[in-house]
């Protein structure tokens, strides 16, 4: 009999402790939960403002103009408040849940807030073990911003006519066809955005292969003097095709400016430069690669080609300015050597090129 005592006295004191517990934990979770409105209503308020200010940045930027920009402000403030009101509905009805069943281990799903936090007794770890007390995990459905990345990088093409500017003379008077003279040139960019919250000013870096082409005019062609320098002398028959060529290997630096395409969602931020105007102002930098000269002409009916790779005297040193302009991937481009063509040349001459420029 006083074992029986003994078991029911032991029994009914568990019940009370147990029921002091769950009581106990119920009361904290609703504290929890209560923090959680308070937690809600404070981060989408300093969601609208970052939103606010970003907005009031495209103004600063010319992007937009203000008028539109109230309108996004006032359609922000909007979703935010919404997001507030349901959000704080969901809470609201896990009190009354728990008010109601006093439901052990309660699941509090914090939406976008990261985490799960589980509060209660008698729950399993990922180990599958027994816990008590407070387990915090991060919640793998948790939506991420993906932001715009801040480098993207193009394949460069150009082409165009190329000359030269001599020193006293006009372009006119130049001695190479305006016609015949063409350059080429292939490279790679990356194209870097150099404000975060703003695509409107990057930084376009990369490296490129120039092959400049002057074609003397008047039967003419270089010719290597023992002094060390280039000249063009007439040739002993008549030509078909007199040209020199000169490949540079050159690392091009631009800042381009222009405006973009802004989109934002709640899962990720774009910037695009889709059918958008935009200018890059910049040089170039590097060194000459080789340059060959190339003749066709007739001997007694036979044709004849010669291919001559020599130096000419030409500056191994390239350095000049490039510009740019045009809209999305079309673009005139227009560069102009800093550096003289011939090295110790009695009259100087810079090479200058123009034509259009693809970035793929």
Known sequence: MRTITMYAVVLLTLFIVHNAVAQEGNESKIELLEAQKAKITKQ???????????????????????????????????KRALNIEN????IDNKIALLDRNGTENLELD??????????????????????????????????????????????????GLNNAIIEG???DDSPYKIGGSRFFEMGWQWRTRVFKNTNFLR???????QFNGLKPKDNQYFVSLE???????????????????????VFPMHFELGPSKYTASEKSIRYSLK?????????????????????????????????????YNTNNLIYGLSAYAGVEGVLLYVKYDLNP?????????RNVSLGLRFDL
């Open 203 to 209: 930084f376009n870096y990369g490296f490129s292969f």
């Open 341 to 349: 063509i011939f090295k110790d040349a009695a009259v100087e001459q």
């Open 44 to 78: 989408e308020k300093l969601a609208l403002k970052e939103e606010v200010e970003a907005i009031s940045k495209r103004v600063e930027n010319g992007e937009i103009t203000l008028d539109e920009a109230n309108a996004l402000k006032m359609k922000a403030a909007e």
């Open 87 to 90: 959000r704080i509905a969901i």
């Open 110 to 159: 914090t939406l976008n807030f990261g985490t799960r936090l589980e509060i209660g007794y008698g729950g399993r770890s990922n180990d599958g073990e027994r816990i008590f007390g407070i387990s915090i995990k991060e919640n793998p459905n948790r939506k991420k911003v993906i932001y715009d990345r801040r480098t993207y990088s193009d394949l460069v093409v150009a082409i």
């Open 275 to 311: 059918n958008q105007f935009r200018i890059g102002l910049g040089g170039y930098a590097g060194f000459n690669l080789g340059t060959r000269q190339k003749l066709k002409y007739e001997i007694d009916g036979g044709n004849v080609k010669d291919k001559l790779k020599r130096s």
């Open 227 to 249: 002094n060390g320098q280039s000249e063009l002398q007439e040739f002993d028959y008549e030509l078909n095709k007199s040209k020199l060529r000169i490949d540079n290997l």
């Open 169 to 171: 003379q006009s372009l």
